[in-house]
């Protein structure tokens, strides 16, 4: 396993976002996800992230990314869903009349944290802290 590192710390933070579109609107196709996909790689490096896997079906997007311990999330993805938006409906006008009023996504979103080792694997790990064996 490879950790990434900073001056003063390791860590390995996985994240899965769900993003979806406002009322699921059907609006996602190959052109337009590539592009968000696009706006995603743009944006993620001021806030330090990487982009690892990206893939859509009509009315969502699924994400997965390594952020760092003092990368912003909430403002990361404010910032994204809001240039996306933005950018998407101005590139692709034919997806305006699909949507409802101005909005693309929905203001919720879905972020969990990922890891390869199941979290009762953790848990037993740090309960068995101190213990001989």
């Not at 390791?10 to 996800?33: C, E, G, P």
């Not at 950018?87 to 972020?111: M, T, V």
Request: proline content about 3%; hydrophobic content about 40%; charged content about 25%.
């Amino acid at each position: 396993m490879q950790l990434d590192d900073n001056n003063h710390s390791v860590f390995l933070l996985y994240y899965h976002l769900v993003l979806v579109i406002k009322y699921r609107r059907n609006v996602l196709d190959d052109a337009v996800s590539l592009r968000a996909r696009e706006i995603f790689e743009y944006i993620a490096p001021s806030y330090k992230m990487t982009l690892l896997e990206w893939n859509h079906d009509h009315d969502h997007v699924q994400i997965l990314f390594k952020a760092q311990p003092h990368s912003e999330l909430s403002k990361f993805i404010n910032a994204y869903k809001s240039a996306s938006s933005r950018l998407l409906k101005k590139e692709f006008p034919e997806i305006r009349s699909k949507l409802w009023q101005e909005y693309f996504w929905s203001r919720s979103y879905c972020l969990l944290t990922t890891g390869g080792a199941p979290i009762e694997v953790i848990r037993q790990y740090i309960e068995t802290q101190g213990e001989r064996h």
